[in-house]
């Protein structure tokens, strides 16, 4: 199992990006998707996750009703569409596969309960 990221790069405060998270197979091989992201001197958090069998997403607070994740199955594709962006944002973000089920349901935020790593992209929020 591969896992792509892409996407990142320099934006200024309220602007936009969209990350895109490539899997080596088909997305219906694992159970969610999930973005995390790691700012400097920081612990690395979940961002937003998707559910592969029901498509239910989920947001942290932090950037719910800015960041929204989607996939396109056709792609093998998961998408993080950032808008807003604020200079808080700024991290390495990366991208990560259950293939467990290790949430029944639905999908966390917790590194542990992904077993598949992208490499990170680094996304800086600098007017």
């Not at 219906?28 to 400097?40: D, T």
């Not at 949430?103 to 929020?125: A, I, N, P, R």
């Amino acid at each position: 199992v591969q896992l792509q990221a892409s996407g990142g790069g320099l934006v200024q405060p309220g602007g936009s990006l969209r990350l895109s998270c490539a899997a080596s197979g088909s997305t219906a091989n694992y159970y969610a998707i999930g973005w995390f992201r790691q700012a400097p001197g920081k612990r690395r958090e979940g961002v937003s996750c998707i559910s592969t069998t029901d498509g239910s997403a989920y947001h942290a607070s932090s950037v719910n009703g800015r960041f929204t994740i989607s996939r396109d199955n056709a792609k093998n594709t998961v998408y993080l569409q950032m808008n807003s962006l604020k200079s808080e944002d700024t991290a390495v973000y990366y991208c990560a596969a259950d293939s467990f089920q290790s949430v029944v349901g639905g999908c966390g935020f917790l590194e542990k309960e992904y077993d598949s790593w992208g490499q990170g992209t680094q996304v800086t929020v600098s007017s």
